[in-house]
Protein backbone atom coordinates (compact mmCIF):
# COMPACT_ATOMS: atom_id res chain seq x y z
CA UNK A 1 0.00 0.00 0.00
CA UNK A 2 0.97 3.35 -0.74
CA UNK A 3 2.10 5.38 2.37
CA UNK A 4 2.54 9.98 1.97
CA UNK A 5 4.28 11.69 4.30
CA UNK A 6 4.37 15.31 4.02
CA UNK A 7 6.61 17.89 5.02
CA UNK A 8 7.94 21.96 4.68
CA UNK A 9 4.82 23.26 6.37
CA UNK A 10 5.55 26.38 9.04
CA UNK A 11 5.14 29.91 9.26
CA UNK A 12 6.06 32.85 7.02
CA UNK A 13 5.27 36.44 6.05
CA UNK A 14 3.07 37.50 3.07
CA UNK A 15 5.81 37.40 0.08
CA UNK A 16 7.26 34.92 1.29
CA UNK A 17 7.72 31.33 0.01
CA UNK A 18 7.59 27.38 1.42
CA UNK A 19 8.12 24.12 0.15
CA UNK A 20 6.29 21.05 0.91
CA UNK A 21 7.53 17.77 0.13
CA UNK A 22 5.80 14.65 0.10
CA UNK A 23 7.59 11.15 0.07
CA UNK A 24 5.74 7.75 -0.66
CA UNK A 25 6.73 4.54 -0.52
CA UNK A 26 8.58 2.39 -3.16
CA UNK A 27 6.93 2.15 -6.46
CA UNK A 28 4.36 5.19 -5.51
CA UNK A 29 5.19 7.00 -8.96
CA UNK A 30 3.52 3.97 -10.93
CA UNK A 31 0.22 5.62 -9.79
CA UNK A 32 -2.23 7.70 -11.84
CA UNK A 33 -1.99 11.11 -10.10
CA UNK A 34 -0.75 12.88 -6.96
CA UNK A 35 -1.93 15.66 -5.61
CA UNK A 36 -2.08 18.56 -3.30
CA UNK A 37 -4.86 19.79 -1.72
CA UNK A 38 -5.52 22.33 1.09
CA UNK A 39 -8.03 22.85 4.16
CA UNK A 40 -8.64 26.30 5.68
CA UNK A 41 -10.37 26.60 8.68
CA UNK A 42 -14.45 26.40 8.28
CA UNK A 43 -13.69 25.25 4.68
CA UNK A 44 -13.80 22.98 2.58
CA UNK A 45 -11.24 21.50 1.99
CA UNK A 46 -10.02 21.60 -2.66
CA UNK A 47 -7.71 20.27 -5.11
CA UNK A 48 -4.55 22.51 -5.64
CA UNK A 49 -2.90 20.99 -7.81
CA UNK A 50 -2.14 17.24 -9.81
CA UNK A 51 0.51 16.00 -11.75
CA UNK A 52 -0.08 12.66 -13.21
CA UNK A 53 2.06 9.54 -14.84
CA UNK A 54 2.44 11.33 -17.83
CA UNK A 55 3.25 14.31 -15.97
CA UNK A 56 0.86 16.29 -16.86
CA UNK A 57 -0.07 19.21 -14.55
CA UNK A 58 -3.24 20.77 -13.49
CA UNK A 59 -3.63 23.86 -11.64
CA UNK A 60 -7.07 23.86 -10.07
CA UNK A 61 -7.04 27.20 -7.71
CA UNK A 62 -7.07 30.08 -10.03
CA UNK A 63 -5.65 32.45 -7.24
CA UNK A 64 -2.36 30.28 -7.25
CA UNK A 65 -1.57 30.08 -10.92
CA UNK A 66 1.90 31.63 -11.18
CA UNK A 67 2.39 31.08 -8.01
CA UNK A 68 2.74 27.30 -6.87
CA UNK A 69 4.72 25.02 -9.27
CA UNK A 70 3.79 21.32 -8.24
CA UNK A 71 6.82 18.35 -9.42
CA UNK A 72 8.31 15.20 -8.69
CA UNK A 73 11.51 13.81 -8.38
CA UNK A 74 11.34 10.11 -9.15
CA UNK A 75 14.62 9.13 -7.58
CA UNK A 76 13.41 10.56 -4.52
CA UNK A 77 9.98 9.41 -4.48
CA UNK A 78 9.05 12.69 -3.99
CA UNK A 79 6.55 15.17 -4.85
CA UNK A 80 6.85 18.83 -4.02
CA UNK A 81 4.53 21.92 -4.00
CA UNK A 82 6.60 25.43 -4.30
CA UNK A 83 4.67 27.97 -3.45
CA UNK A 84 6.20 31.48 -3.78
CA UNK A 85 4.45 34.96 -3.19
CA UNK A 86 2.53 33.45 -0.36
CA UNK A 87 -0.71 35.45 0.54
CA UNK A 88 -2.81 35.32 4.02
CA UNK A 89 -5.19 33.25 2.22
CA UNK A 90 -3.64 30.45 1.42
CA UNK A 91 -3.16 29.51 5.11
CA UNK A 92 -4.66 26.16 5.30
CA UNK A 93 -3.67 22.40 6.17
CA UNK A 94 -1.86 21.16 3.00
CA UNK A 95 -2.70 17.08 2.13
CA UNK A 96 -0.65 15.44 0.09
CA UNK A 97 -2.79 12.44 -1.89
CA UNK A 98 -2.90 9.57 -4.32
CA UNK A 99 -5.27 8.55 -7.36
CA UNK A 100 -3.68 4.90 -7.78
CA UNK A 101 -5.71 4.07 -10.91
CA UNK A 102 -7.85 7.11 -11.88
CA UNK A 103 -10.50 5.89 -9.52
CA UNK A 104 -10.63 8.82 -6.84
CA UNK A 105 -8.30 10.08 -4.06
CA UNK A 106 -7.77 7.37 -2.30
CA UNK A 107 -4.31 7.55 0.03
CA UNK A 108 -3.99 10.53 2.31
CA UNK A 109 -1.05 12.12 3.66
CA UNK A 110 -1.58 13.40 7.51
CA UNK A 111 -1.48 17.22 6.70
CA UNK A 112 1.45 19.67 7.24
CA UNK A 113 0.05 23.52 8.45
CA UNK A 114 0.86 26.46 6.73
CA UNK A 115 0.36 29.89 8.16
CA UNK A 116 0.85 33.11 6.34
CA UNK A 117 1.29 36.69 8.50
CA UNK A 118 0.41 39.70 7.03
Known amino acids: QVQLVESGGGLVQAGGSLRLSCTTS????????MGWFRQAQGKERELVAS????????YSIDSVKGRFTISRDNAKNTVYLQMNSLKPEDTAVYFC???????????WGQGTQVTVSS
Open 97 to 107: AVDLYNTGWSI
Open 26 to 33: RGAFTTWA
Open 51 to 58: IRRSGAIT
